[in-house]
T-cell receptor, first 116, second 113 residues
Framework: AQKVTQAQTEISVVEKEDVTLDCVYE???????LFWYKQPPSGELVFLIR??????QNEISGRYSWNFQKSTSSFNFTITASQVVDSAVYFC?????????????FGKGITLSVRP | DVKVTQSSRYLVKRTGEKVFLECVQD?????MFWYRQDPGLGLRLIYF???????EKGDIPEGYSVSREKKERFSLILESASTNQTSMYLC????????????FGPGTRLTVL
């Protein structure tokens, strides 16, 4: 069965600090997809990134970067120069199948607080 | 813009009542999902549907049922609400084909008294 572990539950940083959110996953499939979602205080989950298991290239999008390492089954998310608007709950998620009836399994989330 | 809407943001019901949570998506997605979110537990899958009139149990289906009569609409039903069903309920949809991303609605915060 697929499983996602986000060991950190709450992180508090001061604005402009860099912060890394950890994600470790378990799966028996060779084809799978990893996701990060952001849930701001308004409550709606916002899609940030999707990565397939064949693409281990790191990705950078502005202040956000993601490090995917199959060898350690990790998909970590780094925010550089954090801002107050980054305060949210961040979820890592895993989907094993690619066709119909594919499910998305979430970690328990990390609450990030960025203080001015 | 893609859109998943849920019928209510906040809902208060009494124990034993029958509760309907409605979700509509306008993206012509084949798949729809119901999750509940509780502090410290993250999001847990209740039911999902990959086609009209099809449904599959998720990880915590007990106490819930679903209905999908039309492609764009997926309803979650609490036959007899109980206090332990007080939670945030999130609906999502995704396409079977192409770049598969789950899109979420704004959530319904249900309180059962």
């Amino acid at each position: 069965a697929q499983k996602v572990t986000q060991a950190q539950t709450e992180i508090s940083v001061v604005e402009k600090e860099d912060v890394t959110l950890d994600c470790v996953y378990e799966t028996r499939d060779t084809t799978y997809y990893l996701f990060w979602y952001k849930q701001p205080p308004s409550g709606e989950l916002v899609f940030l990134i999707r990565r397939n298991s064949f693409d281990e290239q790191n990705e950078i999008s502005g202040r956000y970067s993601w490090n995917f390492q199959k060898s350690t089954s990790s998909f970590n998310f780094t925010i550089t120069a954090s801002q107050v608007v980054d305060s949210a709950v961040y979820f890592c998620a895993l989907s094993e199948k690619t066709g119909a009836n594919s499910k998305l399994t979430f970690g328990k989330g990390i609450t990030l607080s960025v203080r001015p | 813009d893609v859109k998943v809407t849920q019928s209510s943001r906040y809902l208060v019901k009494r124990t034993g009542e029958k509760v309907f949570l409605e979700c509509v998506q306008d993206m012509d997605h084949e798949n729809m999902f119901w999750y509940r979110q509780d502090p410290g537990l993250g999001l847990r899958l209740i039911y999902f549907s990959y086609d009209v009139k099809m449904k599959e149990k998720g990880d915590i289906p007990e106490g819930y049922s679903v209905s999908r009569e039309k492609k764009e609409r997926f309803s979650l039903i609490l036959e007899s609400a109980s206090t332990n069903q007080t939670s945030m309920y999130l609906c999502a949809s995704s396409s079977t084909w192409g770049r598969r991303v789950w899109f979420f609605g704004p959530g319904t915060r249900l309180t059962v008294l």
